[in-house]
T-cell receptor
Framework: TQLLEQSPQFLSIQEGENLTVYCNSS?????LQWYRQEPGEGPVLLVT?????EVKKLKRLTFQFGDARKDSSLHITAAQPGDTGLYLC???????????FGSGTKLNVKP | DAGVIQSPRHEVTEMGQEVTLRCKPI?????LFWYRQTMMRGLELLIY????????DSGMPEDRFSAKMPNASFSTLKIQPSEPRDSAVYFC????????????FGDGTRLSIL
């Protein structure tokens, strides 16, 4: 059983559409990170959130950390083919160096 | 900066053979992490080091797995003897100061055990 559950597992949309992916847990996290991974490469960090209720924006990407620090969401506005990839959330609990990764959301944006 | 460098990129070997995966972290990074990624279990932390010292190896699946970091610029993950269920992509990552600092991942080693 994964400590962090991500949904949906797969998402295929047209260019220009909006989407939201979710990262949920019954555990509280001291910090949460979002990564994007492309085929044949390692994950690349997008953002870190540490405060309950925190919202961070990265161009067309909006990240939110739940008030109780148990969940997070990633919203993409006007998706582009370059957004295609595997999106992973990772949370750290008491051990700030040990991150638990979710199973990921595989996003495909069609031109 | 060159980033985290892993070798080999691909490894195919027969069951029972010893496998050694190598990692060169980013210069100046104090933390080094080994992960394994599979379709079934996702990305799992195997072990991590701080200043070359293993801190948490609770994710290492069995005694067949061992990891070392003889100096700040080199780490190995060894599997002996290897089994088909060890087939996965193995990633090394490094970070400075740990905590919520970003982990920089290598491109991984795709391991296939026949």
């Amino acid at each position: 059983t994964q400590l962090l559950e991500q949904s949906p597992q797969f998402l295929s949309i047209q260019e220009g559409e909006n989407l939201t992916v979710y990262c949920n847990s019954s555990s509280v996290f001291s910090s949460l990170q979002w990564y994007r991974q492309e085929p044949g490469e390692g994950p690349v960090l997008l953002v870190t959130v540490v405060t309950g209720g925190e919202v961070k924006k990265l161009k067309r990407l909006t990240f939110q950390f739940g008030d109780a620090r148990k969940d997070s969401s990633l919203h993409i506005t006007a998706a582009q083919p370059g957004d295609t990839g595997l999106y992973l959330c990772a949370g750290a609990r008491n051990n700030f160096n040990k991150f638990y990764f979710g199973s990921g959301t595989k996003l495909n944006v069609k031109p | 900066d060159a980033g985290v460098i892993q070798s080999p990129r691909h490894e195919v070997t027969e069951m029972g053979q010893e496998v050694t995966l190598r990692c060169k972290p980013i210069s100046g990074h104090d933390y080094l992490f080994w992960y394994r990624q599979t379709m079934m279990r996702g990305l799992e932390l195997l072990i991590y080091f701080n200043n070359n010292v293993p801190i948490d190896d609770s994710g290492m699946p069995e005694d067949r797995f061992s990891a070392k970091m003889p100096n700040a610029s080199f780490s190995t993950l060894k599997i002996q003897p290897s089994e088909p269920r060890d087939s996965a992509v193995y990633f090394c990552a490094s970070s400075s100061r740990g905590g919520d600092q970003p982990q920089h991942f290598g491109d991984g080693t795709r391991l296939s055990i026949l």
